[in-house]
């Protein structure tokens, strides 16, 4: 028998859509400076594997720096967390984990968006 995975999630967070930007992430209740928003398990994908730009895939990856990885698929609402100039969350990659933690890099206040700056030149117009 297989135990099962505890993946902590923050409670007061939920998927929307939002006008404009799709699919987001939004606190629906406070949450403080440093609090862990997520930890999300991730896929290694090799340069081989990566998803080509364009596709249903790429814009959901990150950076990972574990060769012969060079980007991950992270499982949960962190792929869905926008990208902001401004933002109130960071990602720390969590190589011996393999997971990616999404933390609150200030306070967020209930109803608002929880963003992330995405390190790299955007190959879409922000918003």
């Not at 993946?7 to 699919?23: M, Q, T």
């Not at 997520?38 to 596709?55: C, K, M, N, T």
């Not at 949960?76 to 720390?92: C, E, I, K, M, R």
């Amino acid at each position: 028998m297989t135990e099962p995975l505890d993946v902590p999630r923050h409670p007061g967070i939920r998927v929307a859509l939002l006008e404009g930007r799709g699919r987001g992430v939004v606190a629906i209740e406070p949450i403080r400076h440093g609090e862990l928003i997520e930890i999300a398990p991730v896929v290694r994908l090799s340069a081989e594997a990566s998803p080509p730009q364009g596709s249903p895939l790429f814009d959901y990856v990150f950076a990972w720096e574990e060769p012969p990885f060079v980007e991950a698929l992270a499982f949960g609402v962190l792929s869905l967390a926008n990208h902001s100039d401004a933002p109130n969350a960071t990602v720390h990659c969590d190589i011996g984990a393999g997971a990616i933690s999404l933390l609150a890099a200030r306070d967020i206040e209930a109803g608002e968006e929880v963003t992330i700056d995405y390190g790299t030149p955007l190959w879409f117009e922000a918003r």
